[in-house]
């Protein structure tokens, strides 16, 4: 279970929880059951609900009568709980960050650092692939996910040397895309801006962004009073929508007033500044160096 995905601040996550020890769970980034296993472990009854897409998580399942899986993006979370007749829940707890075992699996590529396949998908069932978006994207398109998802400044350039490389063949390995960019990759940064460009193209790949949306949005109603919802992000663009939704409801961050200019928000912040790793655990974990956890309780 460790050696396919090492869990972020784990202790931390499961604390924010509050876990009471009948209460009803969900795990909505099963991945190598490392955050799920510790939650059973405060459970004496009670049910946890894990969620996950990829079909090679189900290789790590923890054989206990309180664990209900589901193959499943949590963006259906609503819908799956409603079908299991659970009709509200006492924490959440969402891992947004890509598992480690994907990273080191050269066929899903995920990583520059090995050859393999443009892929990037993590339901490995889906149309849409890294190679698909490269091949067939519109220019404007292109620029848009590179430009956003990847924060990348010199997208214009990227996605000229993208465009011009296509035209002669398709682009389907990542040894072929590494060669096709190398003119436009900083050399004093060249790790960071690969991480920065694959970024991108697995957000798009998996329509994360969209994803994410839809699922804060359903722990409104999903959450009970007193719920704890509990989120680890990495990269600024999930941060900031996590932040808007904590603070407000809210993916766009307004605050709603009532008739006094009280300000509403379903949630109260349980830590105010964003809870980062410690320097031993990102020594231990280095992928531990971008997260951020954030919590929150429904009012």
Known sequence: MDEYHVPVLLDESIEGLNIQSGGIYVDVTYGGGGHSAKILEHLEGGTLVAFDQDIDATDNLIA?????????????????????????????????????????????????????????????????????????????????????YGEIKNWRHLVSLITAARATEPITTIGQFLKVIEPCVPMKIEKKYL??????????????????????????????PGGRLVVLSYHSLEDRLVKNFMRSGRIDGKQEADFFGNLNSPFELINRKIILPSDAEIARNPRARSAKLRIAEKK
Do not use: C
């Open 64 to 148: 206990d009568d309180r664990l209900l899986f589901v193959r499943h993006n949590f963006k259906y979370l609503r819908h799956f709980l409603k079908y299991h007749q659970i009709d509200a829940v006492d924490g959440i707890l969402a891992d947004l960050g890509v598992s480690s075992h994907d990273f080191d699996v050269p066929d899903r590529g995920f990583s520059f650092r090995f050859e393999g396949n443009l892929d990037m998908r993590m339901n490995q069932s889906s149309a849409l692939d890294a190679a698909r978006v490269i091949n067939e994207y519109r220019e404007e398109q292109l620029w848009t996910i590179f430009q956003e």
């Open 195 to 224: 991480a920065m460009v694959f970024q991108a193209l697995r957000i798009e790949v998996n329509n994360e962004i969209g994803v994410l949306r839809d699922f804060l949005e359903s722990t409104t109603d999903i959450l009970k």
